[in-house]
């Protein structure tokens, strides 16, 4: 870090400001804007300036800085627009011990002042430590875009009420789960939107309901997608940062954890045949017991939480035991692997349906499945936990009358680093598992849509010369 980032008190501080420009002008500002006790020192204010200072109640000397009006400064800001006098009252300054900037010259600064970006009271200041001045200008302008334009008002909100919720909640732990519950709540929303008299309304409503100990923890069960961090969704990552457990298994990776807050418990309810291993009654009461200790449970899933995922069972067992669940989606591996691997799943000449399925039934037996259904052309499969039983798969789908010829697509560790894409005719569906030696996570596409696209698009031109004909 090349400088320690503060943010300073200046309010009723002696502050001088050497200069009388335009630089000089936009520093008043922003120190009137702080509530600086600013003395301004120029032997040729420009008008602006000094009608500035005279509305503000600035001190404003018209000569030459002279060290004398560096006694009692705690800052000084110096933009006489003039190398050398920048230097002599920067030297001069620093003689006398008072912090200095001087405008665009960081080299003869004590601190540097950062873009910045404004919501009220929340403030973001942006800095490249002096390296890319022109950078800083664009972080900043994606920042503007990223932040609500009523967010000061939510700071003011939440200012408001800060003295009813510390009487009614005295620990600071129940306090930072009442925030966090607000700034995800209706009520945030609504203050966000404008409609601060509902907001007010629901905010007392929630005050009252956790004063009475009625709000208790929940769980949200949160698809985290199938591995590439970028693919999660931003209520994911939001509630990620909210969390004050996190119950994961193995197909969630690393860097996606990493986006967690810092001090969120992870119980990792992993891997089959692992030590960590939990059945998933052990997930289920973990989940309540969690939640009825009144924390935020996230229960992150790999890929989507209602695709193979039992997310659907995990939700209804908590709402039976009377716990609030919510939902997030996330990319499931079909789609994912299917755009990492550049096929689509439905394609107006190639594939009209799309399925789903799991290669694996209940406690690994046969999967309940319409082969018959499923072996029709131009359509899509993507086999879930399909490697064991590809072999099965690959004869039945024959067997009831798709090609041995169909393409097919193997999609291992997709969208992470390590992705492999392997390619075959369902015929050889099986050898090609083996012979690559593929490892789960994989998902298996079989269709026309993962074949070779200009084969395809040759094959479409055929078929459709042929009819004309
Ligand atoms: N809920 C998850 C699926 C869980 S079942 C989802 O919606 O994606 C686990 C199976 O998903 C794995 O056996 C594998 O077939 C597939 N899978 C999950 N992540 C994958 C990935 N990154 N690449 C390939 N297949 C994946």
Request: aromatic share 4%; charged share 25%; proline share 5%.
């Amino acid at each position: 870090m090349q400088s320690f980032p503060v943010f300073l008190k200046l309010d009723g501080a002696p502050v001088l400001l050497a200069g009388g420009g335009d630089a000089a002008t936009a520093k008043l500002r922003l120190l009137l804007a702080a509530k600086a006790r600013v003395t301004i020192v120029t032997p040729a204010p420009e008008a602006e300036l000094a009608e500035l200072a005279r509305t503000a109640g600035a001190t404003l000397i018209s000569r030459e800085f002279s060290t004398p009006d560096l006694e009692n400064k705690k800052l000084v800001i110096v933009a006489t627009e003039n190398e050398a006098n920048d230097r002599g009252i920067a030297e001069a300054a620093r003689a006398a011990g008072v912090t200095v900037n001087v405008v665009d010259r960081p080299a003869l600064s004590d601190f540097t002042m950062p873009a910045i970006v404004e919501r009220g009271p929340v403030t973001v200041a942006i800095s490249t430590g002096g390296a890319a001045p022109v950078l800083a200008r664009q972080v900043r302008g994606l920042i503007e875009t990223a932040l609500p334009k009523n967010l000061g008002d939510l700071a003011g909100f939440i200012d408001s009420f800060r003295g009813a919720v510390k009487s009614v909640l005295p620990t600071a732990t129940q306090r930072r789960k009442f925030w966090d519950r607000f700034l995800s709540s209706a009520a945030a929303r609504q203050v966000l939107s404008g409609d601060e008299g509902a907001a007010r309304r629901d905010m007392l409503a929630l005050l009252n309901r956790s004063a009475a100990g009625e709000v208790t923890g929940r769980v949200a069960i949160v698809g985290a997608g199938p591995g590439d961090p970028e693919l999660l969704t931003r209520k994911a990552h939001r509630l990620l940062q909210e969390a004050d457990v996190i119950v994961h298994d193995r197909l969630v990776s690393d860097d996606i954890l990493d986006l967690a807050r810092r001090d969120a418990r992870r119980v990792y309810v992993g891997k089959a045949r692992s030590a960590h291993f939990r059945t998933q009654d052990q997930i289920n009461r973990i989940l309540t017991e969690e939640a009825g200790a009144g924390h935020l449970v996230v229960r992150l899933k790999g890929g989507d939480p209602f695709v193979f995922g039992r997310g659907g069972e995990e939700a209804d067992h908590l709402r039976a035991a009377g716990i609030e669940v919510e939902i997030v989606p996330g990319i499931t591996a079909a789609t994912g692997c299917a755009a990492a691997a550049g096929f689509p799943l439905t394609h107006r000449d190639h594939a009209s349906a799309v399925t789903f399925l799991s290669g694996q039934g209940r406690e690994g037996g046969e999967a309940d499945i319409d082969w018959r259904l499923l072996a029709q052309a131009r359509h899509t499969l993507a086999v879930y936990m399909g490697i064991d039983t590809a072999r099965q798969a690959r004869t039945r789908l024959i067997a009831h009358g798709r090609s041995p010829e169909t393409p097919v697509a193997i999609v291992e560790n997709g969208t992470l680093p390590n992705q492999r894409v392997i390619r075959g005719r369902l015929a050889d569906l099986p050898d090609l598992l083996e012979r690559e030696a593929v490892a789960s996570p994989a998902l298996i596409f079989i269709g026309e849509v993962t074949g070779d696209p200009i084969a395809r698009t040759a094959e479409t031109a055929i078929e459709r010369l042929a009819l004309a004909l």
